[in-house]
């Protein structure tokens, strides 16, 4: 190890924008405390309020707009909160099982093996990216909701919060942390604000019914088990987030299990009253679904009355988390992506960390993911609903699948016995028994949701999903083998290396004579191997004009001119090399170009920059060997000169 | 010169697309013939009649769209037939003055200097993107008038229309030639047809008049002189065309000069026949200016019916020369642009001729404009008329100007005297008086009109190119300013070159120790300059491992390891060559880095690909040369090795 002064990085206009650059050990102190690290992964779950209770009613409208078909929503947000309590339950056990980090992939790789692992992957990466795309929507939807004049702007509205998110990202966890913390905290707080008022009034029997509303049309199907399934499944976007904190164990401080496992109780408390209360708010003052005013604006406007600042506050509050709910994709995704590319099944660019610390590359793909789908569904929550969950709940059962089998495992064990795996060290445990039960009943339940919700909505987009995730396992897999095979291809192990000198050909390129040329010469000369010089003739003129100045000018060394009638500069050159491989086999070609260094983008691009072209064309051909030798031309350089011609006299 | 076979291109799919790649001595041989030349550059001039009798009448129409003002449209078109005779009578001696192309940028640069000649270019280039995107929109409306479900899709048309006219220009001039004059006679004639109808029809005293329109609103403004003026600007479009002849001189077959005068005359009478023709007609059956029918589609309907075949074919003979006019620019930009070029005011990348000889870096700029004009504009032809011909106009005036310098020159000669210039040669000639007030005539009136435009039209969107055009010739100075610097730091003009040889001292970049930097170390210790290896630590535990890989496999050599705690590479990379040149000054520093070359794009960007960064970062210093060595994996190889594990026995 050297032991000179570690570089450090030059102060540049984009350290303004992303924060200085950190130093990779400052990586162990970016941890989260319990009430940053609710606000961080607690959003999406929370935030998933504001659109779930009116995706229940738009698929109930579809049978009609009377009290009665609406009021199914009760039973069915019933049947949505025992479903939350029994992945909590489940995922508490993650928790403690993996303490530095229990997310889907990580528990079906350790568990079930590589391909679950696979799916389980692709299918949270694939819900990361629509968490961010559903959250924005209906968070912007929550806006123009209360600002109608903005309503033609969603889509630009959207993909500028999409921007601005990921930006903050860019910059690093904890930062967003603290960014992240006031806007919850303050949703959570309007929240509960206007549901209190409403149950006062409830109480006291003066609850207001909403009036205004330009509510859907009546669709006029009949009123079958499968609608109601179906807006069950709708509903079930409530869940999704849950798993978020199992994923993001290792931010939080210590004892992370502990803490990371009160966070996710206080969070599904929290997710339940609300979700209930909301979805008994929206029945008793006859809420409508409606494509330009959302549920929670109903709620608020009824409750506070339209010119209320409280109802402002509630709609910006909702907006807000919903905008800042896309960040535990932002946590999520990259980590996520970047386990994948460790284990070689994602392109391995994703297990970098930029100058902040961040996966940026995971990051910069969730943003390109997340904008295309919004722009495409045009920002309309509903459009996207029927794709998001499943993977949410295809990841909870292997998840929940996978926990059985470590339980099954450690049941195996004497007393007292303790067993390394790859992730975690498995101790027996007496409650063993019960556990295995829970974590059953858990993956049972969410994989009969995840059958529902296929079936349900299958032909409204769900079918997209479903393609989808096994493309991505294959695709995958495909990065995988391609990576172990070239590793295979590359290793050393067992193959004798001697490394014996070898004849150097020297082949310079000559474009035209100057002092660039003489550079190349120069360096050719000094590398005193045989050398000659060759010009690609694209314009037979200027070829006799280049051999003649090279006689004068250079002066030695033998230079060849090409032809190219098709005016082509790499496929002449190759012929040329391959002629000069059959005469001397075994030896390296050496070609050695010029490249003019600018100083600004503007400036290269008016020069022909051929080296990159070069280097493509000549890279699949073996033993070549392709040379740069810059020659920099600096403004400064100009600006000297322009001086110096002004003061002479003409 | 080598004797060896030259190389051809190998056969490739965009080969199929545009034609198979021609050598450079089949050049001379595209050229054309009087016909083809007519509908090559003419379909311009004379598709303008299509839209310049309706622009007119919509700025008639913001004083009423009653007969009387409507009817204010004769005397306007009279005046500018008498414009269109006198451009051309002027333009004839410019085409007989230089026949190896007498453009305005050609003739201004010839007789008024620089400056005027880069502002006619600008001018010129400027207004050829407009030409196709008038020309494309006004077709795509010709279109629409008919077929009116297509109303929506204007934009998407329209762009559809440029890339298939981009296409053909690919391919080459003469292929392009025959595609456009099957259309250029099929419009011609079923115009003549219409008109001619017409006028049969009107003498016989039943000349129906126009019904169901949807008219413009009346704009209620008063019918000023401004106003009148304002429609005489917008009918001037018509002129737009008429210059491309002289540029284009070179494209026809021999007598060039005496073809090309033939075919401008030719042009102008059946623009200033059928441009009168429409006008008249227009009035009689009392045309409304519309935005949904075009004034072409209203006489055609007018005269055959809505039903009848004639109708059908005049919109599509329309559509097809507006569509096909668009190609006078194609035509005309890309070789004004290598002009422009060749001068060094422009990229040097687009005197660069394809496989096909055509200019593409041109036709793909033009393209790229004109598309961005047509999507910003919605494909409106009315939108963009007030940017048009005002270039037009300018061009006109400085090549007129020009000629008018270059005719006094000529009077000063003696009798018989021969005079070469930079274009050509002058001889006395005693009709030069005469000629010289044809000129000075022609250019005093196409400045007024100028004048006229830019004033009449300035708030409507000419005030776009009034600062459009003298940015661009700024920014050509500029660009000769760089070029002409960058050649003098280049010189070596009254250098003395001396090359000496200068001590090398080369150093490995490795990123882990495997076959590929076996070969790294294989072509270092084959150059015989001292190296040593160097390992940029951006994970220190890796550096560790990799400094035991390389004692074990490799076993020769120092190999150094560089700390980034920042993570960067090029940086530190950076600092440490600064401090190998500072112990060793005057030294080449020579950096060899592996490249792992895939077969295909796709496994290309699983890999890191950090050769090109650091050669973007190294370029800047002095002394370093930057070597990349590049080492294959073959589909084809893994394809082998699978293939051979499989027969082992396992």
């Known amino acids: 190890m050297r032991s000179s002064q570690a570089p450090k990085p030059r102060p540049r206009l984009l350290h303004l924008l992303l924060g200085k650059p950190l130093e990779t050990k400052a990586l162990p102190h970016q941890v989260v405390s319990r009430p940053i690290g609710l606000a961080v992964f607690a959003s999406d779950a929370l935030s998933s309020t504001a659109y779930a209770t009116e995706e229940i009613l738009i698929i109930l409208a579809l049978a009609g707009t009377g009290a009665v078909i609406l009021g199914i929503s009760l039973p069915i947000a019933i049947a949505i909160a025992l479903l939350m309590a029994i992945v909590t339950i489940s995922y508490r056990q993650t928790i403690y099982a993996y303490p530095n980090g ?190 330009t005013e959302t549920v929670i604006s109903q709620i608020g406007r009824t409750t506070f009355g339209s010119h209320s600042p409280f109802y402002l506050m509630m709609l910006v509050g909702t907006a807000l988390v919903l905008l800042m709910a896309a960040n535990t994709s932002y946590a999520d995704f990259p980590r996520l992506a970047a386990l994948h590319a460790g284990d070689g099944f994602l392109p391995r660019q994703l297990t970098y960390r930029g100058s902040r610390l961040v996966f940026s590359w995971g990051i910069m793909g969730l943003a390109s993911c997340a904008s295309l789908l919004v722009i495409v569904s045009g920002a309309r929550t509903t459009s996207l609903i029927p794709l998001y969950a499943i993977g949410v709940f295809l990841s909870f059962t292997l998840s929940q699948a996978g926990m059985v089998v470590r339980l099954r495992k450690i049941g195996r064990l004497r007393p007292g016995q303790e067993v390394a795996g790859r992730e975690t060290v498995m101790r027996y445990d007496p409650h063993w028994r019960l556990k295995m039960l829970i974590s059953s009943f858990g993956a049972l339940c969410t994989g009969i949701v995840m059958v529902v919700f296929a079936v349900t909505k299958f032909s409204s987009g769900a079918w997209f999903v479903v393609l989808l995730i096994p493309t991505l396992v294959y695709a995958f897999f495909r990065i995988h083998y391609h990576y172990r095979d070239v590793a295979r291809l590359l290793s050393l192990d067992g193959v004798p290396v001697d490394i014996e000198k070898r004849s150097i050909q020297t082949v310079i390129l000559v474009d035209d004579v100057h002092a660039e040329t003489v550079r190349l010469v120069n360096f050719a000369k000094s590398l005193a191997h045989p050398w000659h010089a060759v010009h690609i003739a694209v314009n037979p003129k200027k070829a006799d004009l280049i051999q003649q100045k090279w006689r004068n000018r250079i002066g030695e060394g033998e230079m060849i001119i090409i032809p190219s009638p098709y005016r082509l500069l790499a496929e002449p050159l190759r012929q040329y090399i391959e002629e000069l491989q059959t005469k001397t086999p075994g030896s390296f070609v050496h070609i050695i170009m010029g490249h003019l260094a600018m100083d600004t983008f503007w400036e290269q691009a008016l020069h022909q920059n051929s080296a990159v072209m070069f280097n493509l064309a000549l890279s699949r051909m073996e033993g070549v060997v392709v040379t740069s030798v810059p020659y920099q031309i600096h403004r400064n350089g100009l600006a000297r000169e322009h001086a110096a011609e002004a003061r002479r006299p003409h």
């Open 102 to 291: 229990g997310g889907a992939y990580i528990v079906a790789r350790d568990n079930l093996g590589e391909l679950p692992a696979q799916i389980a992957g692709a299918a949270l990466l694939t819900d990361y990216i629509l968490t961010v795309a559903v959250s924005i929507s209906s968070g912007v939807a929550q806006i123009t909701s209360g600002f109608q004049f903005l309503f033609p702007y969603r889509v630009e509205l959207a993909v500028g919060a999409i921007a601005i998110i990921t930006l903050v990202n860019l910059r690093g966890v904890k930062e967003s942390g603290r960014i992240f913390a006031i806007p919850t905290y303050f949703f959570l707080g309007s929240m509960f604000l206007t549901l209190g008022v409403g149950l006062v009034r409830y109480a006291a029997g003066d609850l207001p019914t909403v009036v205004d509303v330009e509510a859907v049309h009546d669709g006029g199907q009949a009123l079958t088990l499968f609608l109601i399934l179906r807006a069950f499944s709708s509903g079930c976007a409530a869940l999704t987030g849950i798993e978020a904190i199992s994923n993001g164990i290792t931010a939080f401080k210590e004892p992370r299990s502990h803490n990371a496992a009160i966070t996710l109780v206080w969070m599904t408390g929290l997710l339940v009253a609300m979700f209930l209360g909301i979805t008994f708010m929206a029945h008793e003052m006859h809420v409508m679904p409606s494509e």
